[in-house]
């Protein structure tokens, strides 16, 4: 055989080589059969809360789904925190996932100055629904809207006080950022929840609650001023939103999956897909609506640089707020 015709045979078996060569490595895929058994889904978060509601609400969905167990887990403490070091040192598998709201990575890195993991070691994987804020006076309050609220509180010397669920929660964050740009005076008063600041709220202790509207639905004695949003709620049409009205709102909770920093790339996918399959059922959006929650899919490619946004708006907005 010459060497020009052996040439442009080699040239010709070489392609065919490679396939042979990657077929194996191509059923081996961690993401082919995924998933293969229980899947746990850490919630950084007491039992019976709404990101706990909600996790659950997602946990039967995808079990019935992929027909493997997807089971929740609370490991709360520390704002979220610990449950997203357990993560960030979980196998990078596909087994090992939290449900939750972004604050742990976006919020927590700013407040506690020995964070036990970095954010480094953690991969936003979707988005699926947003934890939106509100401003509530009272019914009693001579507040009609936030405009005359807001022009109160610059008149008042010792300035407004308001309840929040938390140094460094949604509801702290959205009332400072409102504040900021208002050139408001408000005095906060953090609680451990929202539920004893409402009830602190329509008692009159406070001057306005920055809740979560979540957490507000089914309660009474009290009318919603704003929701602290780029856009209105849903839930709320008659509500216009603090961006609307010309003032500066932090980012609603941004709740989703997260999974340990190295996870396959075909395996997020996989876990993306699953995302936006459930987020798209009328039942989970039911689920979702009754809880007051936005159903929101973000898929793996966007939901990291909105992250990302939320992490630099609160880098420049919490030093500023002088929080210990």
């Known amino acids: 055989m010459s060497s020009r015709r052996l040439a442009l045979k080699t040239s010709f078996l070489l392609p065919l080589a490679w396939m042979l060569a990657a077929a194996p490595a191509a059923a081996q895929s961690p993401a082919a059969n995924y998933p293969e058994r229980q899947v746990e889904l850490i919630v950084p978060y007491a039992a019976g809360g709404g990101t706990d509601a909600m996790a659950r609400v997602f946990a039967t969905e995808a079990t019935r789904i992929t027909g493997r167990s997807w089971v929740v887990v609370n490991r709360d403490g520390g704002g979220g925190v610990v449950g997203f070091t357990n993560l960030a040192t979980a196998k990078p598998d596909g087994y090992t996932l939290a449900f939750s709201p972004?604050?742990?990575?976006?919020?927590?890195?700013?407040?506690?100055?020995?964070?036990?993991?970095?954010?480094?070691?953690?991969?936003?994987?979707?988005?699926?629904?947003?934890?939106?804020?509100?401003?509530?006076?009272?019914?009693?309050?001579?507040?009609?809207?936030?405009?005359?609220?807001?022009?109160?509180?610059?008149?008042?010397?010792?300035?407004?006080?308001?309840?929040?669920?938390?140094?460094?929660?949604?509801?702290?964050?959205?009332?400072?950022?409102?504040?900021?740009?208002?050139?408001?005076?408000?005095?906060?008063?953090?609680?451990?929840?929202?539920?004893?600041?409402?009830?602190?709220?329509?008692?009159?202790?406070?001057?306005?609650?920055?809740?979560?509207?979540?957490?507000?639905?089914?309660?009474?004695?009290?009318r919603i001023l704003a929701v602290m949003s780029d856009s209105r709620h849903p839930a709320l049409p008659d509500v216009p939103s603090t961006k609307e009205l010309g003032y500066a709102a932090a980012a609603p909770g941004l709740n989703g999956l997260w999974a340990p920093a190295g996870t396959p790339k075909d395996v997020v996918k996989k876990i993306d897909a699953l995302c936006k399959q459930v987020t798209a059922l009328p039942a989970f959006a039911q689920r979702a609506t009754g809880f007051m929650q936005v159903p929101r899919y973000m898929d793996s490619d966007e939901f990291p640089p909105r992250v990302a946004g939320v992490y630099k708006f609160n880098a420049e907005l919490i030093p500023s707020l002088k929080m210990k």
Do not use: W
């Open 102 to 222: 972004s604050s742990p990575v976006t919020n927590a890195p700013f407040l506690n100055p020995s964070m036990p993991f970095k954010n480094e070691q953690i991969q936003p994987v979707c988005l699926v629904f947003e934890n939106v804020f509100a401003i509530s006076v009272r019914n009693e309050s001579p507040f009609k809207n936030l405009r005359e609220l807001v022009a109160a509180s610059k008149a008042d010397p010792k300035g407004l006080s308001y309840g929040h669920a938390g140094v460094g929660s949604a509801g702290h964050l959205g009332a400072a950022a409102l504040g900021k740009s208002a050139g408001a005076n408000f005095t906060e008063a953090p609680y451990r929840g929202d539920a004893p600041l409402i009830t602190d709220m329509v008692a009159g202790n406070l001057d306005f609650a920055a809740a979560a509207v979540s957490s507000l639905a089914g309660k009474s004695g009290f």
